[in-house]
């Protein structure tokens, strides 16, 4: 009988697709608002929700770009409030984060994040896909 061979592989390809099998699992996110950014007042008003003004540029440039992606959101103010706040803690954390510093981990958590929204009936397919899109950029 002849021993197996031992394979090896050194394909950066296959950590890729590992990555993105975990990737697209349904993990709800279990971090606050603050495990990405720190806000403070004073609050304005988008839609129908009271944000942070610091907020009100990133989340008018999404509705600019992307419609009310809160129309299917059936939850009331103060849950879509505490949804905000999630939403733009992980889109100042992506704004602010550079691909050098890009991690697998943190990748994770906003996806956690995202998919967290897109449950709670947010249409936020578009970030999803960016951030899959990352996931091939950091491999």
Wanted: glycine share 8%; with cysteine; net charge negative.
């Amino acid at each position: 009988m002849g021993e197996v061979p031992e394979v090896t592989v050194s394909d950066s390809g296959l950590g890729l697709l590992a990555f993105l099998a975990h990737f697209n699992l349904l993990e709800f996110n279990n971090l606050p608002a603050s495990h990405f950014h720190r806000f403070g007042p004073p609050f304005g008003t988008f839609l129908r929700f009271s944000v942070l003004v610091e907020d009100l540029p990133l989340l008018e440039g999404l509705f600019k770009a992307h419609g009310d992606f809160t129309s299917e959101f059936k939850g009331g103010v103060f849950l879509g409030n505490i949804l905000m706040e999630l939403l733009c803690a992980v889109l100042i954390s992506l704004r602010d984060s550079s691909l050098d510093s890009l991690t697998k981990e943190k990748l994770l958590e906003w996806r956690g994040v995202v998919q967290d929204l897109i449950e709670a009936k947010f249409n936020l397919s578009f970030l999803l896909e960016h951030l899959h899109s990352l996931a091939h950029m950091l491999f």
